[in-house]
Every structure is written in structure tokens, then in C-alpha cells.
């Protein structure tokens, strides 16, 4: 479900990607932040590569979401939906945890039939 680095070089830029595929799905979505394990601030910026995501927070000290947009509701192959993105890991070198969240849905405008998805990763720096 999310593709990336074993471990980050400090101030590199990577493609992250998370993919999402489900029997039935017939749109899909996601949010994804990066943080310090060990605090929880900030790690890193995030940026969208396409129209398929956005990021929420622009405000100073905030936590920073990428988010799928409208368009990346659409599915990109028949049972599945991918977006990638790029992480500009942080300065600092310490460890990263990913928290991303995902949904699954059969487009029903129901409560019934989705499927959530969470997914926790954590990334050290490089040694």
C-alpha cells in the first residue's frame, strides 16, 4: 500500500507512492502525513507531482496532509488507484514515521461496502 524509502538521506527528494487495489473499488482516496517518531512535528514538506493529489495545511507549525483531489478519486486501473507524490525528507537526521490512511469505495452512497485502509511506516535516517 506505500512504496517508499527504507531509509531517507537528509534534505533528498523521493516519489512516494501508495497504491490501493480492491475487488469491487470503484473510486478511492487517501491522506498521508510524515512526522518525527519522536515528537510528532513536521518531517519533511510533501508536494504533489499531478492534478491527483493536494496538500491541506499552510499554515506555519502545522502538521502538513497530502490528500487525494477530485480528480484522484478516479481509479487508475480496474480494480485499483495510485498516487505518487514527492517527500523532501528533513534536515534533521532522525526517524520519520509515515501514518497514511485509505479508502476503498464501491461508490454506493451507502455506509455499507467500503473498505479502510491505514498503514504505518517508519523511516530512519540513512547511515
Keep these: 500500500?506505500?512504496?517508499a524509502p527504507s531509509s531517507f538521506e537528509p534534505g533528498k527528494d523521493y516519489v512516494i507512492t501508495v497504491l490501493l487495489a480492491r475487488k469491487g473499488m470503484k473510486s478511492g482516496g487517501f491522506q498521508l502525513s510524515s512526522?518525527?517518531?519522536e515528537t510528532g512535528g513536521q518531517a519533511g514538506s510533501l508536494r504533489p507531482l499531478d492534478g491527483r493529489?493536494?496538500?491541506t495545511s499552510k499554515e506555519a507549525?502545522?502538521?502538513f496532509y497530502i490528500q487525494h483531489t477530485r480528480e484522484g478519486q478516479k481509479l487508475t486501473g480496474e480494480t485499483d488507484a495510485k498516487w505518487q507524490f514527492q517527500w523532501q525528507a528533513p534536515i534533521r537526521p532522525a526517524p520519520v514515521t509515515m501514518h497514511v490512511a485509505a479508502?476503498?469505495?464501491n461508490h454506493d452512497a451507502s455506509e455499507f461496502g467500503?473498505?479502510?485502509h491505514t498503514r504505518e511506516l517508519t523511516i530512519p535516517?540513512?547511515?
Aim: aromatic share 4%; net charge neutral; proline share 5%.
Design 103 to 105: 479508502n476503498a469505495a
Design 53 to 55: 493529489t493536494s496538500v
Design 35 to 37: 512526522r518525527f517518531s
Design 114 to 116: 467500503d473498505s479502510i
Design 61 to 63: 507549525g502545522s502538521i
Design 125 to 127: 535516517p540513512a547511515k
Design 1 to 3: 500500500m506505500l512504496d
